[in-house]
Structures are given as C-alpha cells and as structure tokens.
C-alpha cells in the first residue's frame, strides 16, 4: 500500500477504523491485525469506489466486513485465535483508552451482539438511521427500535461502572 | 448510571491519544509466509494421504482378487510420492528470510516447476493406471479361467469373424491404445484440474499477493 494512498485515505478516517476495531476485538494484538487488515481491503478494494456514497461510509462497511469476517474465522478456528474469546474477567483488563468510562462503555459494548456492536457504533458517531441501515443493509424503520433496545441493554451493563 | 452513553462517549474521544493509529507493519510478510506455510503442511498431509490410499487400495484388490490392480497403483503412486518428496526438500532452499515479494516469487518459481514435471508424469501415470485395470481386470479368475479369455470367448460366440492378435479380438486393442492415447495426450490436462480442486484456491491466493506487491513496487 503506498504511503499517499494511506496518508490522504486512510489515516484521516483512521478515527472510523480504530472505534470498530476496538469494538470487535478483545487484546492488543488483535486490534492491530484487525486494523492493518481493514486497512489492506480499503486499499484493495479502492478501484470498487463508486463515489455512490460518501467515502467514510464506504471505510464504514469495510470495515465492518472485514471485522465480522475476521471474527467468523476466529469463532471456527478458537484453538488458535483464542484470544478473542477472552473469559469476561480477562476481558475487562483490557483498557485501551486513558478514560475509564470509555473502557467500560467498550466493555459493555463488546458483549453485544456483533450486529448490535455495529449499530451502537454507528449510533454513537451520528450516523442517520438511513445511514445505519445503508452500511449494514438493513431496513431504516427497524433501527430506532434497535438503537432504544440497545441503549437499555448498555445502561444495564453499565449500571454502577461508570461515574 | 450518570452519564449518558453518548456523553461517555464524546468525552472519552476527547481525551489526547484516544486514537493512536497502530503502525502498518509487516502484513505482506506475514501472508506470504503463512500462505506458504499452509501449502507445505497440505503437501505433505496430501502425500501421506496417498500412501494410506495407495495401501488401504492395494490391500483391497488384492483381497477382491484384482492384485495386479492394487499392486500396480500402489508402485506408481508410491513412485509418486518419492518424486514429489524430492521436489519438496527444495522448497527448504528457498530464503526464508527474504522479502515477501522475493520469498513469494522463489515459492512461486518452485511450484511452477514441481507442477510442470507432474504434469509430465501425468501423461505416463494415467495411461499406466488404466492400463493396470485393463490387465488386472483380464486376469480376474472367472470359474477356473482368466475373465479376459472368457469374455473373449463370449465375444467370438456373437461375432465369430472378429480378427484376432494373440487371441485379442483387434477392435479391443485398438480400443484401448485409443484410450490410451487419449490419457497420454490429455493426462497433463487432467493432472491441472485434479491439482486445481485441491490446490486452485490456494494458487489463486498466491497469483493474488504478487499481483498486489508488484503493483506496491511499481
């Protein structure tokens, strides 16, 4: 990947990128694999861009593919990419972020399904709810619902944990 | 709970290195050679696979009273896998340690070559494995007589005029010198379509990285 294209394309998204990633992975080195990869398929499929849509939306759905991808083949494959089934006690000493409240947020959200990690995600950056469904390619009507369901769950998981 | 979550959030983002991009590193290297290694284990998972077979199928025949069959599959394929052992040891020459582009491009080298001398014995191991069947199938004890000898007896019983060469009807030599030429002709084209169920995603894997690393270089 040339260091332009990642320059001019990719870094100034990497906000977008780094969010999900986090979002789907439970340690360091997985966070980091999950991003070089997604910056690979960006990189890979940049001749696909159709300008149809905006091109943070396009990074969205890259990324949100390869991290479902990635996760589907560690689920069959659990011997060897343990790590991203870390028992929850395991889990919770992963801190990324300088603010606990994020971490716990992260935490909270990390044991929502993979779906609803999407749409939380894409909720919390204020994507519209036609935007939500447009990169996952779902029903717009539906993602109000969801997004209140999702919220609920969240307050409850993070009940006591945050101040 | 005292903060919304999107405040949570908004502020936790705010906060300096809250996003620190990880450094690309590495990547290519590490497909390259874990693309590589795959190939390798499935390689020699494939030539034990034959030899297990090559038994298990000799074993069979033999019990089944078709030893010429069994035995000769089982010296072909075994003659197999010893040539493909030896072109394995060469993949260990190839510079573990050079670059991705290098590395993938020694490996590609290497399998090019392994696949055309296969592709050679394939024009001469197909032909031999039909023709194993063709003899075992002639010897099979048929009450107390070769099946061959007795099919010809029937045959001729049909058709009396039927010319014959050391008591083979003609049409049936000619027969199989046709199949077998065929399999001589179009064996290499058959090997690559065997090869390619089994390794074709794989190839194309590979085919794929030095596309994407030629075109970086560029």
Same mark, same amino acid.
């Given at each position: 990947?040339?260091?332009?294209?990642?320059?001019?394309?990719?870094?100034?998204?990497?906000?977008?990128?780094?969010?999900?990633?986090?979002?789907?992975?439970?340690?360091?080195?997985?966070?980091?694999?999950?991003?070089?990869?997604?910056?690979?398929?960006?990189?890979?499929?940049?001749?696909?861009?159709?300008?149809?849509?905006?091109?943070?939306?396009?990074?969205?759905?890259?990324?949100?593919?390869?991290?479902?991808?990635?996760?589907?083949?560690?689920?069959?494959?659990?011997?060897?990419?343990?790590?991203?089934?870390?028992?929850?006690?395991?889990?919770?000493?992963?801190?990324?972020?300088?603010?606990?409240?994020?971490?716990?947020?992260?935490?909270?959200?990390?044991?929502?399904?993979?779906?609803?990690?999407?749409?939380?995600?894409?909720?919390?950056?204020?994507?519209?709810?036609?935007?939500?469904?447009?990169?996952?390619?779902?029903?717009?009507?539906?993602?109000?619902?969801?997004?209140?369901?999702?919220?609920?769950?969240?307050?409850?998981?993070?009940?006591?944990?945050?101040? | 709970?005292?903060?919304?979550?999107?405040?949570?959030?908004?502020?936790?983002?705010?906060?300096?290195?809250?996003?620190?991009?990880?450094?690309?590193?590495?990547?290519?290297?590490?497909?390259?050679?874990?693309?590589?290694?795959?190939?390798?284990?499935?390689?020699?998972?494939?030539?034990?696979?034959?030899?297990?077979?090559?038994?298990?199928?000799? #074993?069979?025949?033999?019990?089944? &009273?078709? +030893?010429?069959?069994?035995?000769?599959?089982?010296?072909? *394929? %075994? /003659?197999? !896998?010893?040539?493909?052992?030896?072109?394995?040891?060469?993949?260990?020459?190839?510079?573990?340690?050079?670059?991705?582009?290098?590395?993938?491009?020694?490996?590609?080298?290497?399998?090019?070559?392994?696949?055309?001398?296969?592709?050679?014995?394939?024009?001469?191991?197909?032909?031999?494995?039909?023709?194993?069947?063709?003899?075992?199938?002639?010897?099979?004890?048929?009450?107390?007589?070769?099946?061959?000898?007795?099919? #010809?007896?029937?045959?001729?019983? &049909?058709? +009396?005029?039927?010319?014959?060469?050391?008591?083979?009807? *003609? %049409? /049936?030599? !000619?027969?199989?010198?046709?199949?077998?030429?065929?399999?001589?002709?179009?064996?290499?084209?058959?090997?690559?379509?065997?090869?390619?169920?089994?390794?074709?995603?794989?190839?194309?894997?590979?085919?794929?990285?030095?596309?994407?690393?030629?075109?970086?270089?560029?």
């Amino acid at each position: 990947m040339s260091s332009d294209f990642y320059n001019t394309s990719i870094l100034p998204y990497a906000g977008i990128i780094l969010k999900l990633c986090r979002a789907y992975t439970n340690s360091q080195e997985d966070f980091e694999d999950y991003y070089q990869e997604v910056c690979l398929q960006i990189w890979r499929s940049r001749e696909n861009f159709r300008e149809e849509s905006q091109w943070s939306t396009w990074i969205y759905r890259i990324t949100l593919n390869v991290c479902l991808t990635l996760l589907k083949k560690k689920k069959n494959n659990t011997q060897h990419f343990a790590s991203d089934y870390l028992p929850l006690e395991q889990a919770e000493e992963n801190s990324a972020f300088a603010d606990e409240n994020l971490n716990e947020l992260y935490k909270a959200i990390r044991q929502l399904s993979e779906i609803d990690r999407a749409v939380i995600m894409l909720y919390l950056e204020e994507k519209t709810y036609q935007e939500i469904a447009e990169i996952i390619g779902t029903n717009p009507n539906n993602i109000g619902v969801r997004i209140n369901r999702i919220k609920e769950r969240l307050k409850i998981l993070l009940d006591g944990k945050v101040n | 709970m005292e903060k919304s979550i999107e405040s949570i959030w908004k502020e936790g983002f705010l906060k300096k290195d809250a996003l620190v991009a990880p450094k690309i590193n590495d990547l290519y290297n590490q497909k390259s050679k874990h693309i590589v290694d795959k190939f390798k284990r499935m390689f020699k998972i494939n030539l034990i696979a034959i030899v297990i077979f090559s038994l298990v199928f000799m #074993v069979i025949t033999t019990i089944n &009273g078709l +030893p010429i069959v069994g035995i000769s599959w089982f010296l072909i *394929l %075994i /003659g197999l !896998v010893v040539v493909n052992k030896k072109l394995m040891n060469g993949l260990e020459e190839i510079d573990y340690h050079a670059n991705s582009y290098t590395y993938l491009l020694s490996f590609n080298k290497w399998l090019q070559e392994q696949l055309a001398i296969n592709r050679k014995m394939a024009r001469i191991y197909y032909p031999l494995f039909f023709l194993s069947i063709v003899v075992g199938f002639w010897f099979v004890d048929a009450e107390g007589i070769p099946m061959g000898e007795r099919l #010809v007896g029937e045959v001729l019983y &049909g058709f +009396p005029d039927l010319y014959l060469v050391n008591g083979v009807p *003609l %049409i /049936g030599i !000619v027969l199989i010198l046709i199949i077998v030429s065929m399999l001589a002709l179009f064996g290499g084209r058959i090997y690559d379509m065997d090869v390619y169920i089994v390794y074709g995603r794989m190839f194309n894997k590979i085919e794929e990285l030095i596309t994407d690393l030629e075109e970086l270089r560029s």
